[in-house]
T-cell receptor
Framework: AQSVTQPDIHITVSEGASLELRCNYS??????LFWYVQSPGQGLQLLLKYFSGDTLVQGIKGFEAEFKRSQSSFNLRKPSVHWSDAAEYFC????????????FGQGTRLTINP | DAMVIQNPRYQVTQFGKPVTLSCSQT?????MYWYQQKSSQAPKLLFH???????NEADTPDNFQSRRPNTSFCFLDIRSPGLGDAAMYLCAVSGGLETQYFGPGTRLLVL
């Protein structure tokens, strides 16, 4: 069965520091991979996605992610975080069952220290 | 401009009183989804419509129903809300095999 693991439930970094959020997936075929961000009381906003091609994917707000098939990982990175990056981050794999369905990780809550 | 619109943003209902949540889209996408998200949890898919075809998840309670009268609109009906149904309800749309775009959500409170 498909699954997504985000090992870190909560991460705290200082403003201006670099960030890496981990994501590991389990899926038999070539995965469609996504990172979404959710601010408190809001919906999910797409940060970036990987379908095929270049394994380093650029997203919005200065985020990037790297697909590593050998490690079944799709880690999210940002070189310098801003206070506005504080939010919940969800990694997801897209599974085609008729339409595409998303299997989410449990999320990583990011706190930014001033 | 908003692509997925959910109304209302906040809904308060009484235990057992039917409630309907609304979702509309300006993208003209084939698929519309409803998710339930409880505090500090990932969204959980309840069901989706692929065009007019309704697809229910196996573990979605019978208390939850949905209607899609046209391409643009989809409704979530909770027939008899219980305290455990208090959550954020998220609507999403996609072109079928492509990216899902989410609305801002409706927070439901059950008294």
């Amino acid at each position: 069965a498909q699954s997504v693991t985000q090992p870190d439930i909560h991460i705290t970094v200082s403003e201006g520091a670099s960030l890496e959020l981990r994501c590991n997936y389990s899926y038999g075929a070539t995965p469609y991979l996504f990172w979404y961000v959710q601010s408190p009381g809001q919906g999910l906003q797409l940060l970036l996605k990987y379908f095929s091609g270049d394994t380093l994917v650029q997203g919005i707000k200065g985020f990037e992610a790297e697909f590593k098939r050998s490690q079944s990982s799709f880690n999210l990175r940002k070189p310098s975080v801003h206070w506005s990056d504080a939010a919940e981050y969800f990694c997801a794999v897209g599974v085609i069952q008729g339409a595409q369905k998303l299997v989410f990780g449990q999320g990583t809550r990011l706190t930014i220290n001033p | 401009d908003a692509m997925v619109i959910q109304n209302p943003r906040y809904q308060v209902t009484q235990f057992g009183k039917p409630v309907t949540l609304s979702c509309s889209q300006t993208l003209n996408h084939n698929v519309m989804y409803w998710y339930q998200q409880k505090s500090s949890q990932a969204p959980k898919l309840l069901f989706h419509y692929y065009d007019k075809d309704f697809n229910n998840e196996a573990d979605t309670p019978d208390n939850f129903q949905s209607r899609r009268p046209n391409t643009s609109f989809c409704f979530l009906d909770i027939r008899s809300p219980g305290l455990g149904d208090a959550a954020m309800y998220l609507c999403a749309v996609s072109g079928g095999l492509e990216t899902q775009y989410f609305g801002p959500g409706t927070r439901l409170l059950v008294l």
